[in-house]
T-cell receptor, first 109, second 111 residues
Framework: GEDVEQSLFLSVREGDSSVINCTYT??????LYWYKQEPGAGLQLLTY?????DMKQDQRLTVLLNKKDKHLSLRIADTQTGDSAIYFC?????????FGSGTQLTVLP | DAGVIQSPRHEVTEMGQEVTLRCKPI?????LFWYRQTMMRGLELLIY????????DSGMPEDRFSAKMPNASFSTLKIQPSEPRDSAVYFC?????????FGPGTRLTVT
């Protein structure tokens, strides 16, 4: 099955850029998602990228995909305190998402 | 649209009792998923339905767990009998094409 790895923690200063990284093992993943989870809440779909793309930009979010290295990243520009949350990478293969452990992003004032 | 609706939001029950979790997917979505989230195991897919038909239930932990989707607008996840190790947050999600949305979850505590 698919293995998805993420760093557990990331701290950044307010206004800086955040980069959250993810590696996965299943090369047949057709599209790859990023979700955000705030305490006590469900998972919020942030963005997704198709496997035939290298980059996708959506306002402050930039997703980069290196399919050869099976590496996905999420960059958040001008990080705000409201961005503090857990971010999950989730590649999709055979219609099923496999979630990483999540990266806890802490934004420091 | 109200999004994916789950009930109850919190459930506390005693070991051995039956628990039923409910989900209303987003109207028009043709796939529905049940997940379980714990600190130890993270997010696990339990079962998913496509057009109300169960497609993959390999994630269902054991026979104590069962799920149904009698129509396109309703699904249940039942645990009978419940055990303390079933304590977790259970999420329902629905999907149309490439967009999968999660409900707020049901926090289940089995004492």
């Amino acid at each position: 099955g698919e293995d998805v790895e993420q760093s557990l923690f990331l701290s950044v200063r307010e206004g800086d850029s955040s980069v959250i990284n993810c590696t996965y093992t299943d090369s047949s993943s057709t599209y790859l998602y990023w979700y955000k989870q705030e305490p006590g809440a469900g998972l919020q779909l942030l963005t997704y990228i198709f496997s035939n793309m290298d980059m996708k930009q959506d306002q402050r979010l930039t997703v980069l995909l290196n399919k050869k290295d099976k590496h996905l990243s999420l960059r958040i520009a001008d990080t705000q305190t409201g961005d503090s949350a857990i971010y999950f990478c989730a590649p999709c293969s055979a219609r099923q998402l496999t979630f990483g452990s999540g990266t806890q992003l802490t934004v420091l004032p | 649209d109200a999004g994916v609706i789950q009930s109850p939001r919190h459930e506390v029950t005693e070991m051995g009792q039956e628990v039923t979790l409910r989900c209303k997917p987003i109207s028009g979505h043709n796939s529905l998923f049940w997940y379980r989230q714990t600190m130890m195991r993270g997010l696990e897919l339990l079962i998913y339905f496509n057009n109300n038909v169960p497609i993959d239930d390999s994630g269902m932990p054991e026979d104590r767990f069962s799920a149904k989707m009698p129509n396109a607008s309703f699904s249940t996840l039942k645990i009978q009998p419940s055990e303390p190790r079933d304590s977790a947050v259970y999420f329902c999600a629905s999907r149309l094409n490439y967009e999968q949305y999660f409900g707020p979850g049901t926090r289940l505590t089995v004492t």
